[in-house]
């Protein structure tokens, strides 16, 4: 089942099994950050019926 992932408005390819993100500059305010992910499925027209699953693990950390 084809699909796009983005991440704050840019697609991001999942066929790596590990996806970096560029950095944000600055310093994170006390609050945090916040940031928009989507995911978009693609034509389903010749899908074989049935149920569809994936995994997208997210794992934030200091560089």
């Known amino acids: 089942m084809p699909y796009t992932f983005t991440v704050d408005?840019?697609?991001v390819s999942?066929?790596?099994?590990?996806?970096?993100?560029?950095?944000?500059a600055g310093v994170t305010p006390v609050q945090g950050r916040s940031h928009e992910f989507g995911v978009?499925?693609?034509?389903v027209t010749d899908a074989d019926p049935g149920d569809y699953e994936d995994d997208i693990t997210i794992t934030v950390r200091a560089l």
């Open 9 to 11: 408005g840019a697609t």
């Open 14 to 24: 999942l066929a790596n099994k590990n996806v970096l993100l560029p950095p944000v």
């Open 40 to 43: 978009r499925v693609g034509d």
